[in-house]
């Protein structure tokens, strides 16, 4: 049994998947419009958090990294350079989502990522998201180990592109 206030963030992070990383959302009435489903903007914030936890697992987060990160690049951050959204069905409260995020292309200072927002099997929500390295509002070439560890992720993806 977990004491009260044990850090369980990695349980709620997800987890490492071939290729990439996966994790569940609930949807809450606070996702939803006026009609009961899932509101379009919301599943950005799925994504979001699927891209984030995807960083925070495979090492981002890591207080090595990030000093060694600050060093090479001071005041860093990953901004997303450009997406491209497919709606495909809706989802509706009380929904268990997957997010799925998958490492299709690490280049030098941009990561491309799929990722899809599914029930069960069914994909209801599919994007393709390039995301910047930056520092000090330039873009900059990602630090070795982070670009080993998401190039690593690309190869093993069974859809990546040939």
């Not at 981002?60 to 060694?68: S, V």
């Not at 090479?72 to 995020?101: G, Y």
């Amino acid at each position: 049994m977990k004491k009260s206030g044990q850090d369980t963030s990695k349980e709620l992070a997800g987890r490492l998947i071939a290729g990439g990383h996966s994790m569940q959302v609930r949807v809450y009435y606070e996702d939803t419009d006026f009609t009961g489903i899932v509101y379009h903007a919301n599943y950005l914030r799925f994504m979001e958090r699927g891209r984030t936890n995807y960083l925070r697992l495979i090492g981002a987060d890591h207080r090595a990294l990030f000093e060694q990160t600050e060093k090479e690049a001071p005041s860093f951050a990953f901004v997303v350079r450009s997406m491209k959204i497919d709606f495909r069905k809706p989802a509706f409260m009380d929904d268990l989502l997957e997010v799925r995020s998958l490492s299709h292309e690490v280049s030098g200072a941009s990561i491309v990522l799929v990722q899809r927002v599914m029930r069960g099997e069914e994909v209801l929500v599919e994007g393709e998201v390039r995301v910047a390295f930056v520092s000090e509002g330039r873009p900059k070439r990602i630090p070795e180990a982070l670009r080993k560890a998401m190039g690593a992720d690309a190869e093993r993806n069974p859809e990546r592109r040939a």
